[in-house]
């Protein structure tokens, strides 16, 4: 009963979070609210969440990155491949060691292995937060493209680094070789688990949906599952489950390309996985403020190993090592950039160099979140010889620290950043969007004339069919007319679309009263309200989306 009460009151504070988030006239982020929530829970209730990081990694990253890698633009992905390549791993590598002889340098008390362990669960970024601070602040989608990319891979790279810090740590030895062959096996192999599974999955789902039917249940079931099953087998076979995680999700947008599954399938399933990925992820940072004030109670001890006795050198710490990561980043994307365009002009290509103002948004964008706070619970408890793990508590309330002021940072710095800034107008994906209507439309025109003729073929009424058949041919031809105008009556056209927009949903809504006063007053049955209603909610939704 503790633990099913625990899980409903974190579950409701997310609920609540985001009721106040949208009260709130600042531009505070989600997450945030949720952590102060999530302390509020930890001051005034006795529950003591004991997070087990083995189960915190199975039960919210797997279904997470699945969905993320399922919904990332996969054009931008391979577009902007090289530098996600580059912040996922090189930048990695570049912040475990930085930040890790800073940290050693600033704190001699913290061995360098436990330095190195820290910087590593404090390399990978969060774009959950990113995406919570977009809703308020306008980011440019390219960017955004790019930080989900690296989000998606940087999580494997940080903690295979965190691994071997660790070993080090316990052991006193590292080898190189041993790393890299590890990390190769580590990345190559999670990758290749994640295709395989979802492929051999998908494969025989849509055999048997194609000889026995389709469930809409068991598709949603199917598409939950296949997450976990290709988490545990990576880690079964000491590779990244992230990873897998990851790739599964790709595979599995490719795997839809096909389109073989129901239209009330995708809807329904789109609508489970919606609620998931709020519910988890407002789940780990209430969490996370839940574990704040334990940990804030032992800062008094935690700061004795520092060589102070003032707690307030703690906040100093934070922001130095968030100064640290930030500068890193800022001369790692500085540096890559000029080698980018370095690359351009020998190829003839003149590119002009982003604002700086660009740059250090991106920098201050890489904050951190869930993969830190799991990462640095996996911290061992004691060494090889029963001797207490150096400076745990330390690393935890640091890692805690950098989360909140990274987040803090990036509320506060990227609207001002960015604020007047000319963001990317996206002509060129408006103009793509209009081919495809206009294709599918055509197509939709040629099929409506076949089956017309196949129906009518025969019959006395065969003049019934011409009639319906020029009724929706009529819509299509009417959309392929608004498409194909350029310049000003493109702009009308968009102008007068977006009225027509607003007068359906306001019709339907009006439909949909009536239906509800109908079912009130037992004029109708609830069956068939409901089946109704539905009809209309999926027409809203085309026009509101």
Not at 102 to 120: D, E, G, K, S
Not at 344 to 364: Q, T
Not at 481 to 497: P, T
Request: aromatic letters at 8%; proline letters at 4%.
């Amino acid at each position: 009963m503790e633990t099913i009460t625990i899980v409903l009151v974190l579950l409701l504070a997310v609920v609540v979070s985001e009721y106040l988030s949208r009260m709130l006239r600042l531009p505070i982020p989600r997450p945030l609210v949720q952590i102060a929530l999530g302390g509020a829970i930890g001051l005034i209730g006795d529950f003591q969440v004991t997070l087990n990081p083995d189960i915190f990694f199975l039960l919210f990253l797997p279904p997470l990155l699945f969905l993320d890698g399922w919904r990332i633009p996969k054009e931008e992905l391979v577009r902007d491949s090289k530098t996600i390549l580059a912040l996922a791993f090189g930048l990695v590598v570049f912040t475990v060691l930085g930040v890790g002889l800073f940290i050693h340098a600033m704190i001699p008390a913290m061995p360098l292995a436990v330095a190195f362990a820290l910087a590593a669960v404090l390399s990978p970024t969060d774009p959950i937060a990113v995406s919570a601070i977009a809703a308020r602040v306008p980011i440019p989608k390219r960017m955004m493209n790019i930080l989900e990319g690296e989000s998606l891979l940087n999580d494997a790279s940080g903690l295979v680094c965190l691994r071997f810090a660790v070993a080090a740590a316990l052991t006193g030895t590292f080898s190189l070789y041993e790393a890299t062959a590890d990390f190769v096996w580590v990345a190559v192999g999670g990758l290749g688990v994640g295709f395989v599974v979802t492929t051999i999955i998908n494969a025989a789902k849509n055999w048997m949906a194609r000889h026995y039917g389709e469930d809409t249940g068991s598709q949603i079931l199917i598409s939950l599952l296949i997450p976990f099953a290709a988490y545990l087998l990576a880690e079964h076979l000491e590779c990244s489950g992230i990873l897998a995680a990851v790739s599964a999700g790709v595979t599995m947008s490719f795997s839809e390309a096909s389109g073989q599954a129901m239209a009330t399938t995708r809807v329904r399933r789109s609508t489970v996985w919606d609620m998931i990925q709020f519910a988890a992820n407002g789940i780990i940072f209430v969490l996370l403020g839940e574990q704040l004030p334990a940990i804030l109670r032992s800062a008094a001890e935690t700061v004795r190993l520092t060589g102070h006795h003032d707690p307030g050198w703690l906040l100093i710490y934070v922001l130095a090592i968030n100064l640290a990561l930030a500068v890193l980043r800022f001369a790692w994307a500085w540096v890559s950039l000029g080698f980018s365009l370095f690359r351009a002009r020998r190829r003839g290509i003149v590119i002009e160099r982003p604002s700086w103002r660009f740059v250090v948004a991106m920098s201050l964008a890489g904050v951190r979140g869930a993969i830190t706070l799991a990462g640095v619970l996996t911290l061992p408890l004691v060494l090889n010889d029963g001797s207490p793990f150096p400076a745990r508590d330390l690393a935890i309330f640091l890692a805690m620290g950098v989360i909140i002021l990274s987040l803090v940072a990036a509320s506060i710095g990227l609207p001002l950043l960015l604020h007047g800034l000319h963001l990317e107008t996206n002509t060129g994906q408006r103009a793509e969007e209009n081919r495809a209507r206009m294709a599918a439309a055509e197509a939709a025109i040629a099929e409506v004339e076949r089956v017309q003729h196949e129906l009518a073929e025969g019959k006395s009424d065969a003049d019934l069919y011409v009639a319906a058949a020029a009724r929706i041919m009529d819509l299509y031809r009417a959309r392929i007319e608004a498409q194909s105008r350029a310049g000003e009556d493109a702009a009308l056209a968009r102008q007068i679309e977006a009225i027509e927009a607003r007068l359906r949903v306001a019709a339907l809504k009006a439909e949909r009263m009536t239906i509800y006063r109908l079912l009130r007053t037992r004029k109708i049955g609830s069956e068939t309200a409901r089946k109704l209603v539905r009809e209309l909610d999926l027409m809203e939704a085309r026009y509101e989306g």
